[in-house]
Nanobody, 123 residues
């Protein structure tokens, strides 16, 4: 079965950190570009970060300098390290994979999606 599974979400205070994990099964994730997206209540989906097959990375302006995306090929996974978290980072976070390094606005074209993990930033 080909799937992506996110983990690592939770409740954290403003200024805190979390690391999200996107684990693939049934396919080799290093053959794919991987994106992280988020959706807050009442808002549309937002591209947060992505990494290409050649490990080129990109970030939205809202998270640049605070979030870091990286691969762990030994675990067939991709991480999203989130530091200096703000209440406005509260959302369900999804990882997605595709053969191509797609623009954030083309999120619907990603081939595989995970089920999401909740991140809540609150005091």
């Amino acid at each position: 079965q080909l799937q992506l599974v996110e983990s690592g979400g939770g409740l954290v205070q403003p200024g805190g950190s979390l690391r999200l994990d996107c684990a693939a099964s049934g396919f080799a994730l290093d053959d794919y570009a991987v994106g992280w997206f988020r959706q807050a209540p009442g808002k549309g989906r937002e591209g947060v970060s992505a990494i290409s097959r050649g490990d080129i990375t990109k970030y939205s302006d809202s998270v640049k300098g605070r979030f870091t995306i990286s691969r762990d090929n030994t675990r067939n996974g991709v991480y999203l390290q989130m530091n200096s978290l703000k209440p406005e980072d509260t959302a369900v976070y999804y990882c997605a994979a595709d053969r191509y390094f797609l623009p954030f606005r083309a999120g619907e074209r990603y081939e595989f999606w995970g089920q999401g993990t909740q991140v809540t930033v609150s005091s």
